[in-house]
């Protein structure tokens, strides 16, 4: 969504308030395409003296696969996020100022970032989810397999020898 930065700063309050979906559903993370419903972006931009506070809430259901035994799990996700948006900077080592050089903003382009930033990097479908064999592959959530994981790696033989 397109915003211009001369309607925020001529709007009654000095302010703009957007709501609107996006399909992310072709996007890939980490290796998979977990959007499988429309995210909703809502928030406002609003003109403080030289500068523009752009807040917003992201919010999506996300299907991605557990870490351990990679079943799909579905689960909701927040993002809230807090910008400034300016044509100059005094410090150019803050992260939560971004500088715009047209008078038009693309808030896909600076929110869906956000969006990706904030996802987490490990997802389980149970916090005591035992994975998968390491040797065969089989579910441990749905019974042990028989195999016998207490083998030790050959490059590690010589180490196993010192604790006897």
Wanted: glycine share 4%.
């Amino acid at each position: 969504m397109r915003i211009s930065l001369g309607e925020v700063m001529t709007s009654k309050d000095k302010r703009i308030d957007f709501d609107y979906d996006i399909d992310l559903s072709e996007e890939v993370v980490g290796g998979e395409q977990i959007f499988t419903d429309p995210v909703r972006i809502c928030g406002s931009i609003e003109s403080k003296n030289e500068a523009f506070q752009l807040e917003a809430e992201i919010s999506t259901d996300l299907t991605i696969a557990c870490a351990r035994c990679l079943k799909p799990v579905r689960c909701e996700h927040y993002t809230d996020v807090s910008l400034i948006l300016t044509r100059k900077v005094a410090n150019e080592e803050m992260d939560d100022i971004i500088v715009v050089e047209s008078d038009e903003v693309e808030l896909d382009d600076i929110l869906v970032p956000e969006l990706f930033l904030d996802l987490d990097t490990v997802v389980l479908c149970d916090p005591d989810c035992k994975g998968l064999c390491p040797k065969c592959g089989h579910d441990l959530n749905e019974g042990d397999c028989g195999c016998n994981r207490k083998e030790i790696d050959p490059r590690l033989a010589k180490l196993a020898e010192l604790l006897k």
